[in-house]
């Protein structure tokens, strides 16, 4: 019913920048809540970012927090994670997710996209 689709990730230098989009399909997409998630291999699948329908309200990890900015286009259907000041750690494949309800919880989350590649070397 929803297909998400995200792009922009890549292999970027410690302390560097990238910023991820997400694509939603449909003319549903302001209806659903946001959220990014990250998942680095041998680990569970880790909350980053979320924003409210309206793009009023945001939510961050503390680990991305004054690093990473979640922001929205409602006119574009799309989703966008800035990140800033990278580091190894961040290094991960990056889901974009559509839900119902703000949570930090990926379980909570009905939609998902195919996953980007982030790799941040030292």
């Known amino acids: 019913q929803v297909q998400l689709v995200e792009s922009g990730g890549g292999l970027v230098q410690a302390g560097g920048s990238l910023r991820l989009s997400c694509a939603a399909s449909?003319?549903?997409?302001?209806?659903?809540?946001m959220g990014w998630f990250r998942q680095a291999p041998g680990k569970e699948r880790e909350f980053v970012a979320a924003?409210?329908?309206?793009?009023?309200?945001?939510y961050y990890a503390d680990s991305v927090k004054g690093r990473f900015t979640i922001s929205r286009d409602n006119a574009k259907n799309t989703v966008y994670l800035q990140m800033n000041s990278l580091k190894p750690e961040d290094t991960a494949v990056y889901y974009c997710?559509?839900?119902?309800?703000?949570?930090?919880?990926?379980?909570?989350?009905?939609?998902w996209g195919q996953g980007t590649q982030v790799t941040v070397s030292s």
């Open positions: 924003i409210s329908r309206s793009g009023g309200s945001t």
């Open positions: 449909g003319r549903t997409f302001s209806t659903y809540v």
């Open positions: 997710a559509a839900g119902n309800l703000l949570s930090v919880v990926a379980t909570r989350y009905t939609y």
